[in-house]
């Protein structure tokens, strides 16, 4: 077995490219100021990337005093360059407004409308302290899915992108049924590994691109991009049959978890994302009350 010194040597230092002593990881750009759903992101440069209101941007920002392309950032002979893509309230580096192409060191700030930006070059170990806070910031720690917060403002922003660009997607409201009843008659500690079998079937069933959340206590959500409402209720279905398909086995105790699902879909039951959340919502409680376990796509039909 390695020693730790030598574990350590072996993870952060490289004898042909070295910072220091430690291994260079690379350059970013990340958002320090600004929207809160905006606050923490971060993209790393490894080629030309574009920056801007757009979800068709590399770095998508909230904020409505951005262009939907407001600069992009190239590496060029071991440097990165900013150069503003005729945005209309223009790119500030660190306070000076920028004309052409201009090259970046490492702490430098960027402004682009009310969004601050931050370039940076880090080290291996700098990159994984960041990506933490980041994950912390945005997930849920029991179930590794996405928080409501972060699933929230994702939302926003698909009912923006798709009003633009006249697309579809679908939202699934998933709830545990008798979850209480689990944790009256196993503890909470079998709840737990309830929550976190739930979360698993659920990322095992969609697909890389689709936003996954815990939305609280024992209900779940999931935005399937541009999906229509029969393609959203087969996924529903999936998920559905893959809990319940399986009996857990935890601390000698068999137990048996199924889900009920509401699916809603953008634009045919709502335009606005409170409204499509509240839709969602109701068919799951249709799915309750018909006798759990069921997916419910419109009122009516699609029952299963």
């Given at each position: 077995?390695?020693?730790?010194?030598?574990?350590?040597?072996?993870?952060?230092?490289?004898?042909?490219?070295?910072?220091?002593?430690?291994?260079?990881?690379?350059?970013?750009?990340?958002?320090?100021?600004?929207?809160?759903?905006?606050?923490?992101?971060?993209?790393?440069?490894?080629?030309?990337?574009?920056?801007?209101?757009?979800?068709?941007?590399?770095?998508?920002?909230s904020d409505p005093l951005m262009s939907r392309r407001h600069f992009k950032l190239t590496p060029e002979d071991e440097n990165i360059f900013?150069?503003?893509?005729?945005?209309?309230?223009?790119?500030?580096?660190?306070?000076?407004?920028?004309?052409?192409?201009?090259?970046?060191?490492?702490?430098?700030?960027i402004i682009a409308g009310r969004t601050v930006f931050k370039f940076e070059i880090r080290t291996e170990i700098e990159s994984l302290f960041?990506?933490?806070?980041?994950?912390?910031?945005?997930?849920?720690?029991?179930?590794?899915?996405?928080?409501?917060?972060?699933?929230?403002?994702?939302?926003?922003?698909?009912?923006?992108?798709?009003?633009?660009?006249?697309?579809?997607?679908?939202?699934?409201?998933?709830?545990?049924?008798?979850?209480?009843?689990?944790?009256d008659t196993y503890g909470h500690q079998i709840g737990d590994e309830a929550l976190k079998f739930v979360a698993f079937k659920i990322m095992?069933?969609?697909?890389?691109?689709?936003?996954?959340?815990?939305?609280?206590?024992?209900?779940?959500?999931?935005?399937?991009?541009?999906?229509?409402?029969?393609?959203?209720?087969?996924?529903?279905?999936?998920?559905?049959?893959?809990?319940?398909?399986?009996?857990?086995?935890?601390?000698?105790?068999?137990?048996?978890?199924?889900?009920?699902?509401?699916?809603?879909?953008?634009?045919?039951?709502?335009?606005?994302?409170?409204?499509?959340?509240?839709?969602?919502?109701?068919?799951?409680?249709?799915?309750?009350?018909?006798?759990?376990?069921?997916?419910?796509?419109?009122?009516?039909?699609?029952?299963?």
């Amino acid at each position: 077995m390695k020693d730790i010194k030598e574990t350590v040597r072996s993870l952060y230092f490289d004898d042909e490219s070295t910072e220091g002593g430690i291994k260079k990881k690379g350059n970013y750009i990340i958002i320090i100021f600004g929207k809160e759903e905006d606050l923490g992101k971060e993209i790393e440069i490894k080629e030309e990337i574009t920056v801007g209101r757009s979800l068709n941007t590399d770095l998508t920002t909230s904020d409505p005093l951005m262009s939907r392309r407001h600069f992009k950032l190239t590496p060029e002979d071991e440097n990165i360059f900013i150069e503003d893509l005729g945005s209309l309230n223009g790119t500030f580096v660190n306070q000076q407004i920028i004309d052409g192409k201009r090259a970046l060191k490492s702490g430098d700030i960027i402004i682009a409308g009310r969004t601050v930006f931050k370039f940076e070059i880090r080290t291996e170990i700098e990159s994984l302290f960041h990506k933490y806070l980041y994950n912390a910031a945005t997930s849920d720690r029991m179930t590794n899915l996405f928080n409501k917060y972060y699933f929230i403002s994702q939302l926003k922003k698909q009912i923006s992108y798709a009003k633009r660009y006249g697309k579809t997607f679908s939202l699934l409201m998933i709830d545990i049924d008798d979850f209480k009843k689990v944790n009256d008659t196993y503890g909470h500690q079998i709840g737990d590994e309830a929550l976190k079998f739930v979360a698993f079937k659920i990322m095992s069933s969609i697909r890389e691109n689709d936003i996954a959340a815990r939305y609280g206590g024992e209900e779940f959500s999931i935005i399937l991009p541009e999906t229509d409402s029969h393609n959203a209720f087969l996924v529903a279905k999936r998920i559905r049959k893959a809990i319940a398909s399986e009996v857990l086995d935890l601390e000698s105790n068999q137990i048996k978890v199924t889900v009920s699902i509401g699916v809603a879909t953008f634009p045919e039951d709502a335009d606005d994302w409170k409204s499509l959340i509240k839709k969602a919502d109701e068919r799951l409680y249709k799915a309750k009350e018909a006798g759990k376990n069921i997916v419910i796509s419109k009122e009516d039909e699609n029952v299963y």
